[in-house]
């Protein structure tokens, strides 16, 4: 193997974080702090452990790879691209389906856009992984919100100028027909769209490690969609190399129940559940 332990820090973005007013960059439009889109409970002490891992871990983390949830403001799991039948606004944390579609309950803003969305709903709940939620706008590429934890960045970073590495980033979510939750592959991949595939490339690199240490936002979505992922597709088959932070991720408010199924299917099958000062001592033991 090239690499012993790689971190895979999932979506540790502003937007996930709930960020005390002291954390929050200035808006200057509001004259205001800038305001987290969609805090996840509990994440922004998820970030400072996970952050005083990577200082303390030293020498013991060969890899870090970042994943970014990277939106455009016009997303079909956003409220501006929907309506309700009556032309009134779709609130975020609304369930949209395919009979809501078809029953004139909610529609695309753009009338042009209707037997694409239409047609995107019915491979969604086909699959039967969601049903599509409104979201609010988040993560918009070149947003506050998009950026990484701050605590985290400046870790890694010392990591990077330690090392003389760099830090991996991978982007997803960028195209506007599909969600994905997945770091690893679109819900709905796009034929047209190489970069909503399975990530075949990113899988096989990830599986060359020894240990896949996972940490990020939020177990309930993001962590759970992109390790099932890894988890159906690693070569290697090898699921006791994957190590999930347990208090280094948090679901989002309402969908703990689902994050708790994750974490406990994915320990029966052969991953390992570990906190920070766990893993932060397995790693000091092969030193």
């Not at 039948?85 to 009979?99: K, L």
């Not at 047609?119 to 969604?124: D, I, K, M, Q």
């Not at 998009?146 to 195209?175: C, F, I």
């Not at 199924?261 to 570990?274: E, H, P, V």
Request: hydrophobic share 45%.
């Amino acid at each position: 193997m090239d690499r012993q332990n790689t971190l895979l820090i999932i979506d540790p973005q502003n937007d996930f974080c709930d960020l005390p007013a002291d954390w929050r960059a200035a808006d200057p439009l509001r004259n205001a702090p800038a305001a987290p889109a969609l805090p996840v409970s509990g994440a922004h002490a998820d970030m400072l452990r996970l952050a005083d891992l990577i200082d303390a871990a030293g020498d013991g983390i060969d890899r870090i790879v970042v994943t970014l949830d990277s939106h455009q403001r016009y997303d079909i799991a956003h409220p501006t691209f929907w309506q309700t039948g009556d032309g009134g606004a779709v609130n975020p944390f609304t369930a949209i389906t395919a009979a809501d579609v078809r029953a004139g309950r909610d529609r695309p803003r753009d009338v042009a856009a209707l037997p694409r969305a239409l047609a995107y709903l019915n491979a969604l709940e086909q699959a039967g992984r969601y049903t599509l939620m409104v979201w609010p706008v988040h993560c918009e590429i070149g947003s506050w919100g998009h950026n990484v934890h701050p605590a985290v960045k400046a870790a890694y970073n010392r990591w990077e100028d330690r090392r003389l590495a760099v830090v991996e980033k991978v982007t997803k979510g960028s195209n506007p027909w599909t969600e994905h939750y997945s770091a690893l592959q679109a819900e709905v991949p796009d034929a047209a769209d190489e970069d909503t595939q399975l990530n075949t490339a990113l899988i096989a690199s990830l599986d060359r490690s020894e240990r896949i240490i996972v940490a990020g936002e939020a177990s309930s979505h993001c962590v759970k969609a992109t390790v099932e992922h890894l988890a159906l597709h690693l070569p290697s088959r090898r699921l006791d190399k994957l190590l999930l932070l347990t208090d280094a991720m948090s679901p989002v408010t309402g969908f703990e129940s689902q994050a708790a199924a994750f974490l406990s299917d994915l320990q029966q099958q052969g991953a390992r559940l570990s906190t920070c000062a766990e893993v932060l001592a397995l790693l000091r033991s092969d030193a």
